[in-house]
């Protein structure tokens, strides 16, 4: 016989009524094409963005959670996963009613660091779907330093060592070691969390996961690609997002940086369909690697 319990948590979650669009991706990876692509299909990802569109409302609460989950970890089922799940709900009512929006309105939010408490941010809104962005380990590492590599703010304090660790590296290396370097750890530690996460919590429905490369490649299948994703009539694309190719797949293979950059990330990286020698791009409708 079923458990009566575990009926009633599904049914619970079957008519829950906050169903946001995670958009995820490491700081740096190109996630302000997420939004304008999300932007364009209809999806409010609230009332204050920043330069990168990033979704602010969120911040105190993600990076609060993100600290906390990397530093003890919050189980599920426990008090402060309790905790938190009331609070995110809370935020997004928040956001909502300041927007004068209905719950069940496409909406979502786009933050860097929500990588780093993705398993907590789905038990709060069950009925998540999520967009993941990922980009080629060696181009993603060599360029500037996102928050999460720096030991300059209170995430990055927590995250970086962390991922040190979980690399298998010395944390007391850190202060030796040249930037890209504390982007690659960054990188393999957030994106292979979360494609665990994904595979692991969410049904192949209701997650989509793309890669930077191909977005710039071709920008109107994915904008296609992310409605019928979103379930959304696609609506056509009024301005094609400006792309910087010079940021996009180009590097020096003789350099010695990338070989020690794949040495960290390249598990992860072959896993996501990467090839050593640079990004690799696949055909729109080619399954996607989780």
């Given at each position: 016989m079923a458990d009566p319990t575990m009926q009633r948590s599904r049914s619970d979650v079957a008519q829950d009524p906050l169903e946001p669009i995670i958009l995820l991706g490491r700081g740096g990876s190109g996630t302000r094409l997420l939004s304008a692509f999300a932007a364009s299909n209809g999806i409010f990802l609230g009332n204050m963005l920043n330069a990168t569109a990033d979704s602010v409302e969120w911040v105190q609460d993600i990076y609060e959670l993100a600290i906390e989950s990397t530093t003890v970890g919050v189980d599920a089922g426990s008090t402060r996963d309790a905790y938190w799940r009331e609070r995110l709900r809370g935020t997004a009512g928040r956001i909502l009613s300041a927007a004068g929006l209905p719950s069940d309105v496409a909406w979502g939010w786009k933050l860097p660091e929500t990588m780093l408490a993705l398993p907590?941010?789905?038990?709060?809104?069950?009925?998540?779907?999520?967009?993941?962005?990922?980009r080629h380990p060696v181009t993603s590492s060599l360029r500037r330093t996102h928050m999460t590599s720096r030991l300059s703010n209170p995430?990055?304090?927590v995250v970086l060592p962390a991922a040190y660790v979980a690399c298998g590296l010395n944390p007391k290396n850190i202060e030796f070691d040249e930037p890209y370097l504390h982007n690659a750890v960054t990188w393999t530690y957030q994106v292979g969390n979360v494609c665990r996460a994904l595979s692991k919590t969410l049904a192949d429905e209701r997650h989509l996961q793309l890669r930077y490369e191909e977005i710039c490649a071709n920008p109107v299948e994915t904008h296609c690609e992310l409605g019928k994703f979103l379930g959304k009539n696609v609506v056509p694309m009024n301005e094609i997002p400006d792309i910087d190719w010079a940021r996009v797949s180009k590097f020096d293979i003789n350099d010695e940086r990338p070989e020690r950059i794949w040495s960290i990330c390249g598990e992860v990286a072959?896993?996501?369909?990467?090839?050593?020698?640079?990004?690799a791009v696949r055909s729109i409708n080619a399954p996607h690697p989780i």
């Amino acid at each position: 016989m079923a458990d009566p319990t575990m009926q009633r948590s599904r049914s619970d979650v079957a008519q829950d009524p906050l169903e946001p669009i995670i958009l995820l991706g490491r700081g740096g990876s190109g996630t302000r094409l997420l939004s304008a692509f999300a932007a364009s299909n209809g999806i409010f990802l609230g009332n204050m963005l920043n330069a990168t569109a990033d979704s602010v409302e969120w911040v105190q609460d993600i990076y609060e959670l993100a600290i906390e989950s990397t530093t003890v970890g919050v189980d599920a089922g426990s008090t402060r996963d309790a905790y938190w799940r009331e609070r995110l709900r809370g935020t997004a009512g928040r956001i909502l009613s300041a927007a004068g929006l209905p719950s069940d309105v496409a909406w979502g939010w786009k933050l860097p660091e929500t990588m780093l408490a993705l398993p907590q941010v789905l038990r709060a809104f069950p009925r998540a779907r999520v967009v993941h962005l990922v980009r080629h380990p060696v181009t993603s590492s060599l360029r500037r330093t996102h928050m999460t590599s720096r030991l300059s703010n209170p995430v990055g304090q927590v995250v970086l060592p962390a991922a040190y660790v979980a690399c298998g590296l010395n944390p007391k290396n850190i202060e030796f070691d040249e930037p890209y370097l504390h982007n690659a750890v960054t990188w393999t530690y957030q994106v292979g969390n979360v494609c665990r996460a994904l595979s692991k919590t969410l049904a192949d429905e209701r997650h989509l996961q793309l890669r930077y490369e191909e977005i710039c490649a071709n920008p109107v299948e994915t904008h296609c690609e992310l409605g019928k994703f979103l379930g959304k009539n696609v609506v056509p694309m009024n301005e094609i997002p400006d792309i910087d190719w010079a940021r996009v797949s180009k590097f020096d293979i003789n350099d010695e940086r990338p070989e020690r950059i794949w040495s960290i990330c390249g598990e992860v990286a072959i896993a996501l369909g990467y090839a050593k020698d640079g990004p690799a791009v696949r055909s729109i409708n080619a399954p996607h690697p989780i």
